[in-house]
């Protein structure tokens, strides 16, 4: 799967950030159609999308829009309007059922089918942002068009009237959910904005505890934000190595007919070792990583 360690959200309708955005190396452009676009401004923006979508050059940016929510009433005209483009995937926030998974990607077959496209190339990317989304996690999350399941952070906060506070300690079960869900099935998980855009240090700290709890990646909402996000979710070369020691290692020992053994002071076994392979495993997909490295060889 490709890497999403940044989704980048624009205002649809605002074609200046979505050419900026293709001078950022970001690893998603998300031209949003949903809550960064006034009522008023929809038409403009499902226009706009379909527009660059054809006339502008993504490079190796992943090409996102994101539609209303699955009857809000402008869904319809949203993925209609853009599909024609051809998007690379299409995101589906406050998804609550697979009832509404399996509409858009319904709709979405039909387009492939109509233009002769692979079915299933469009991939869908889903947000899980309400209470009842994290009840029904389970049946959203086992849709095959799936890549992704997004948390959202703010939109999840008031739907069960938390109090958001700078820790995040009342967001840690959904966030923890969603990680679930998501390494269940597979699926990469892209974590919650930082919504104050200009405070650096505050989008590291929560870029670094996202990662730490199994996040593959995070929203982003302003050009500031990209550098950081993308560092804090690719491996940096201290636990490469430490990773490729590790496996080194494990190949060695199960020559020996060892399961476990010591490095460094710590027992070694499966777990350890799956973790060193998923480090390699990112280091890979963001493209610091070439080499196929599996503890047999
Ligand atoms: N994508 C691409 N370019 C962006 C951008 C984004 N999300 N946010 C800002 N920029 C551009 C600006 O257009 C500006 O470009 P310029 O220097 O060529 O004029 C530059 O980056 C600096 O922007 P800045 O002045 O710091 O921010 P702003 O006040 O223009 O915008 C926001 C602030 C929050 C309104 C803006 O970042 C934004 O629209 N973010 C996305 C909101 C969104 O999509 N929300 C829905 C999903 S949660
Ligand atoms: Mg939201």
Redesign the pocket.
């Given at each position: 799967m490709r890497a999403r360690r940044a989704l980048?959200?624009?205002?649809g309708d605002?074609r200046?950030?979505?050419e900026?955005?293709l001078t950022?190396d970001v690893d998603c452009i998300c031209m949003?159609m949903?809550?960064?676009v006034a009522l008023n401004r929809k038409t403009e923006a499902r226009r706009i999308i379909a527009t660059a979508l054809r006339e502008l050059t993504f490079g190796r940016s992943e090409k996102l829009a994101r539609i209303n929510a699955v009857g809000s009433g402008l869904e319809m005209e949203d993925i209609g309007v853009v599909l024609p483009s051809r998007p690379d995937g299409i995101v589906v926030p406050k998804a609550e059922s697979l009832e509404q998974i399996q509409w858009v990607s319904g709709k979405i077959e039909a387009a492939e089918l109509a233009h002769g496209w692979p079915v299933n190339s469009i991939r869908m990317l889903v947000g899980v942002e309400t209470a009842k989304a994290i009840l029904n996690l389970k049946e959203i999350a086992s849709h095959p068009r799936l890549d992704g399941l997004i948390f959202g952070g703010e939109d999840y906060a008031a739907s069960v009237g938390a109090v958001r506070t700078p820790e995040a300690m009342e967001l840690l079960y959904a966030r923890s959910a969603v990680v679930t869900a998501a390494a269940a099935f597979g699926l990469q998980a892209i974590d919650m904005?930082t919504i104050n855009?200009q405070d650096l240090e505050t989008l590291r700290r929560e870029a670094a505890f996202g990662a730490q709890l199994g996040y593959t990646g995070k929203?982003v909402?302003?050009?500031?934000q990209v550098g950081p996000v993308q560092e804090a979710f690719t491996p940096n070369d201290e636990s490469i190595e430490n990773a490729r020691r590790l496996l080194e290692a494990f190949g060695a020992h199960q020559k020996d007919g060892k399961g476990a053994f010591a490095l460094d002071g710590k027992m070694i076994d499966m777990p350890l070792v799956k973790a060193a392979q998923g480090v390699l495993e990112r280091a890979r997909a963001a493209g610091k990583w070439q080499t196929d490295f599996s503890p047999q060889n």
């Amino acid at each position: 799967m490709r890497a999403r360690r940044a989704l980048l959200y624009m205002p649809g309708d605002d074609r200046h950030k979505i050419e900026k955005a293709l001078t950022l190396d970001v690893d998603c452009i998300c031209m949003d159609m949903e809550d960064g676009v006034a009522l008023n401004r929809k038409t403009e923006a499902r226009r706009i999308i379909a527009t660059a979508l054809r006339e502008l050059t993504f490079g190796r940016s992943e090409k996102l829009a994101r539609i209303n929510a699955v009857g809000s009433g402008l869904e319809m005209e949203d993925i209609g309007v853009v599909l024609p483009s051809r998007p690379d995937g299409i995101v589906v926030p406050k998804a609550e059922s697979l009832e509404q998974i399996q509409w858009v990607s319904g709709k979405i077959e039909a387009a492939e089918l109509a233009h002769g496209w692979p079915v299933n190339s469009i991939r869908m990317l889903v947000g899980v942002e309400t209470a009842k989304a994290i009840l029904n996690l389970k049946e959203i999350a086992s849709h095959p068009r799936l890549d992704g399941l997004i948390f959202g952070g703010e939109d999840y906060a008031a739907s069960v009237g938390a109090v958001r506070t700078p820790e995040a300690m009342e967001l840690l079960y959904a966030r923890s959910a969603v990680v679930t869900a998501a390494a269940a099935f597979g699926l990469q998980a892209i974590d919650m904005v930082t919504i104050n855009f200009q405070d650096l240090e505050t989008l590291r700290r929560e870029a670094a505890f996202g990662a730490q709890l199994g996040y593959t990646g995070k929203q982003v909402i302003h050009p500031a934000q990209v550098g950081p996000v993308q560092e804090a979710f690719t491996p940096n070369d201290e636990s490469i190595e430490n990773a490729r020691r590790l496996l080194e290692a494990f190949g060695a020992h199960q020559k020996d007919g060892k399961g476990a053994f010591a490095l460094d002071g710590k027992m070694i076994d499966m777990p350890l070792v799956k973790a060193a392979q998923g480090v390699l495993e990112r280091a890979r997909a963001a493209g610091k990583w070439q080499t196929d490295f599996s503890p047999q060889n």
